[in-house]
């Protein structure tokens, strides 16, 4: 029930917040620092199809999973004792989509346990690779709402313009070729509650030209391991609403944004 308000359950990578760009600006943006990943990644197909049911059952979503795996193991979220033919991968977020020339990918990042090559199952599909991700800096934008990619596109193409204003030096043509869409909820939580984020990764000279600039908006020490966001939680007052009162709630909200969304108009797209 939680998830259809956008409560977020799952872990995540843990990162560094070294700069949330908040002040006299048109898009808001956080500069971020991840350390090394492994994630499990898959190509769409030639006709568009996203391949997250394929990763879904790499982790063992959908019932057994399918990979190599050979060890009982316990997850956090929930615990889970896998069986001695294969092994069950808690799911994380985001699901990270991204553009690689005329190829789309889809990852699956792993938890954070699986910190070497050699703790990760082999998926049994060939379509799918485990890839290492270096340690990253850059740039984010959060956003509610539609995931569609006409959306996602004018989230990028935002955060991109603003990155420009705010004097960085980076070419529309490279944002617009390497942003990712990060997905943190399921198809069925209610838009306007939805976690969406677009990612560019940036040098260390356009980040260190932000903190230099941006020094007020500097955070010190924040560093994010799991999120748990929603506006609704137990302590808050659930059980006091209850089940009726959030549903209530989310139809109005959800009918809001979808006013709000036919009246906007994508002009940036179109020029």
């Not at 990979?67 to 929930?78: H, L, Q, Y």
């Not at 991700?133 to 990619?149: C, K, M, V």
């Not at 302590?235 to 009726?244: I, L, Q, Y």
Request: aromatic share 12%; charged share 25%; glycine share 6%.
């Amino acid at each position: 029930m939680s998830s259809i308000f956008g409560k977020q359950t799952v872990a995540e990578p843990p990162f560094d917040v070294l700069l949330q760009r908040r002040q006299a600006v048109d898009t808001t943006y956080d500069i971020r620092k991840y350390g090394k990943r492994f994630a499990a990644t898959c190509t769409y197909t030639e006709n568009g199809d996203a391949p997250f049911t394929t990763l879904a059952r790499y982790i063992g979503v959908f019932g057994q999973p399918q990979n190599e795996g050979d060890e009982k193991i316990s997850m956090t979220a929930p615990v889970i004792t896998a069986t001695s033919t294969s092994t069950k991968i808690d799911m994380t977020a985001p699901v990270v989509t991204e553009n690689r020339g005329d190829k789309k990918v889809m990852k699956f990042m792993l938890p954070r346990d699986y910190d070497e090559l050699s703790k990760i199952p082999k998926p049994l599909d060939p379509s799918i690779k485990i890839e290492e991700i270096p340690s990253q800096t850059g740039a984010i934008h959060r956003y509610n709402g539609a995931w569609d990619e006409t959306h996602n596109k004018e989230m990028a193409m935002d955060l991109g313009l603003q990155l420009q204003h705010d004097g960085v030096n980076i070419t529309q043509e490279y944002f617009m070729s390497n942003w990712q869409f990060w997905g943190y909820n399921p198809p069925f939580t209610i838009p306007y509650f939805r976690r969406n984020e677009v990612w560019v990764t940036l040098n260390e000279e356009q980040v260190d030209f932000l903190i230099e600039n941006y020094s007020s908006e500097i955070v010190d020490g924040m560093t994010m391991e799991v999120q748990h966001l929603s506006l609704f939680s137990v302590n808050s007052g659930f059980d006091a609403w209850g089940a009726g009162g959030l549903l209530l709630v989310g139809v109005v909200a959800f009918t809001l944004f979808v006013k709000s969304r036919r009246a906007q108009r994508y002009s940036r797209l179109q020029e």
